[in-house]
């Protein structure tokens, strides 16, 4: 027997455990199995209604056929006479016609019920249009990346998270904590379950990465790839880490209290801290304000920096800049987080106030 | 390698301002099996938790082989907690396997160990079932394999007969026994007086966080003999009662129970017994634990 064994075996043994355990658990897996899909999903969708775009049928005259072909998104038509247009009009084959006018544009549109605006704007003279400070990414697309970074933070997190604080719980209810404890110091236990649930939660964001990249080459969306690949790194560094920050908190909270059913009452305001950056990137995606200030706190960084990244607000030192602020928060929480769960773990029965596990 | 002695001097414990641990000191010798008896609150179970390193005392010190013990050290002791603890949906050998490896062992060699020793605790056939579906004893025997699985030097075990039938208990005694002739230390308290009486070869009387009594267990027994004597002879034993120096206990045709005021007294008697007739047996009666016990906490 090999009493010196390093206490790095033990950590990898308890991370073992802990995604071993997980990964046996059939709710666990077909819940991933169905984000994957929603997600793949997802992706499919945007890249099938972004080429959905429909050229509109227009009839023309051989007067107008050239000046109407040279218009993107129709498709033309040709006919003899105004009659047969106007007839193809009224039986809805076409959804309007350009004839020959000698009005100042020297275009006459028909349509059978309302003026079709965008044949109409394509056919006019429009003045020069100079804009100041232009929107470089579609809102749109802009507010689906803000809802999806946040949901998968969000999710994975409260997911992850969620899982550590009951696993510590379980540990301190049915008290094989104290056998554990025989065995290995409390910190190798809580490096152990944070690494074993990190490694869990990075698996299922790079699942969900790779299941994006896939989506977006495989329906041609290479533009966005392209915009969005370097915020996708981003944020599965950012949360690599953030991840880390939140494990050591919930780790520490759960200690606190003895019993499954008292978990909310210590975890409440973690999860709270976990569903604000997903609520504050939805309302305020288009405030540049707040995306900055969310970029530099930790618990928001994941969320709020690659967001900056992608609509391209943020400098280039920014994310190396806002990391080192996680990297630092992660340090104290992790310190911190094992002071609680050291004191807390074999106290048994009501809830361990805060300043006595602190103190000791 | 070390023989494993275990010496606690001076230990002290407060929770606030109430003193549950006061000078406790005590030793627990190598391939011994010592009692730890007390009452409920007496100490027994924050006095193994400091053993362990779960708890800090407050002042006093634990030593192995006369240095302060060491968290390595106690890598390579067993424990037993009072609270039963083991992970509910885990498989019985998968989660004996985990808690040798934690303890630093291979996992074949860990393997190995916990099918044998789980096989010899009886649960052969159950290896592969979680520890919820099974009894309240079998969960006990798994709990004894969690604690012995890596051969530990010292074995710490509180409560380890508690819920299990006279079967069982002769079983865990075995496991126990062979493994104190294998040069452990064990320490293990019960509140089955008979068994700790059975068992042990040393004993630790702890009562309102004191060392009321401690020593080998014949020892104390021959401490707390007071010249009590039983004699069975064939005729009426009725005369025992004029003897001078003699107070009858407990008396019914041939049969007495007395005491005597020195061993010159007793010698006297028996040869008047043996005068008077045939005598089946004359023999000092030594108090059972269940009197010393009473007897000390007083």
């Not at chain 2, 798994?142 to 079983?171: T, Y």
Request: glycine content about 8%.
């Amino acid at each position: 027997m090999n009493a010196s064994t390093p206490a790095r075996n033990g950590i990898w043994l308890v991370a073992e455990r802990e995604i071993g355990s997980k990964l046996r658990s059939k709710a666990f897996l077909i819940s991933t199995g169905i984000l994957l899909l929603i997600a793949l999903a997802g992706v499919l969708f945007g890249g099938f209604a972004s080429q959905n775009n429909d050229a509109m049928p227009v009839a023309v005259t051989s007067e107008t056929a050239t000046a109407v072909s040279a218009l993107p998104d129709v498709e033309v038509t040709e006919v003899a006479s105004r009659a047969e247009a106007e007839e193809l009009v009224r039986e809805g084959d076409v959804d309007a016609a350009v004839l020959a006018g000698d009005n100042a544009a020297g275009y006459t549109i028909v349509a059978l019920e309302d003026a079709p605006g965008s044949l109409v704007s394509a056919l006019s003279l429009s003045p020069e249009v100079v804009i100041l400070e232009p929107v470089t990414t579609n809102p749109l697309l802009r507010y689906f990346i803000a809802i999806a970074f946040g949901l998968v933070f969000m999710m994975a997190a409260a997911t992850f998270g969620g899982t550590i604080a009951q696993s510590v719980v379980e540990e301190k209810q049915t008290r094989v904590v104290e056998v554990l404890l025989s065995a290995i110091p409390a910190r190798t236990l809580l490096a152990g379950k944070v690494i074993g649930n990190t490694v869990l939660a990075m698996g299922q964001i790079l699942a969900l990465a790779a299941v994006a990249t896939i989506g977006l080459i495989v329906t041609g969306q290479r533009e966005v790839l392209t915009t969005l690949g370097a915020p996708i790194i981003w944020f599965a560094v950012f949360f690599l880490f953030g991840f880390i920050l939140l494990a050591a908190m919930f780790a520490a909270a759960a200690s606190m209290v003895s019993r499954q059913e008292d978990i909310g009452s210590t975890t409440t305001p973690i999860t709270m801290l976990i569903m604000a950056p997903y609520v504050l990137v939805i309302v305020f995606n288009d405030n540049p304000l707040v995306l900055t200030i969310m970029s530099y706190v930790p618990f928001s960084a994941p969320v709020g920096m690659p967001m900056r990244l992608f609509v391209g607000e943020a400098q280039w030192w920014e994310p190396l800049l806002s990391l080192a602020i996680l990297l630092a928060s992660c340090v104290a929480a992790i310190v911190v987080g094992a002071k609680i769960y050291e004191n807390s773990l074999l106290r048994m029965g009501s809830r361990v106030k805060l300043a006595e596990a602190l103190r000791g | 390698m070390t023989t494993g002695l275990l010496e606690l001097s001076g230990i002290t414990k407060s929770y606030g301002s109430r003193r549950v641990l006061d000078d406790v000191s005590f030793t627990v010798a190598p391939g011994r099996l010592t009692g730890f008896v007390g009452g409920n609150g007496a100490g027994k179970t924050t006095t193994m938790r400091i053993i362990l390193g779960l708890l800090s005392s407050d002042g006093g010190r634990v030593d192995l082989d006369g240095t302060p013990l060491t968290t390595a050290d106690r890598r390579r002791f067993g424990y037993m907690p009072e609270e039963r603890g083991l992970y509910p949906k885990m498989k019985v050998r998968e989660q004996i396997v985990y808690l040798a490896r934690l303890h630093g062992f291979s996992k074949p060699e860990a393997t190995e160990r916990a099918t044998a020793l789980l096989t010899e605790l009886g649960l052969g056939e159950r290896l592969d079932d979680t520890i919820e579906s099974l009894s309240l004893g079998n969960q006990q025997r798994a709990q004894i394999a969690a604690s012995l699985v890596h051969d530990p030097e010292v074995l710490i075990l509180d409560e380890p007969f508690s819920g299990l039938d006279p079967l069982a208990v002769d079983v865990v005694a075995g496991v126990l026994q062979a493994s104190a002739a294998r040069g452990a230390s064990i320490l293990f308290s019960s509140h089955q007086l008979d068994v700790v009486e059975r068992l042990c070869d040393d004993l630790v009387i702890l009562a309102g966080g004191t060392i009321r009594a401690a020593g080998s267990r014949d020892g104390l027994r021959a401490e707390h003999a007071r010249d009590r004597y039983e004699l069975i002879s064939a005729g009426d034993a009725g005369w025992l009662r004029t003897e001078p120096g003699v107070t009858v206990v407990d008396f019914e045709g041939g049969y007495a129970l007395f005491d005597a005021d020195g061993p010159d007294t007793a010698q006297r008697v028996l040869q008047s017994a043996v005068a008077r007739g045939d005598v089946a047996s004359f023999a000092p009666k030594h108090p059972s634990l269940a009197q010393i016990f009473k007897e000390v906490i007083q």
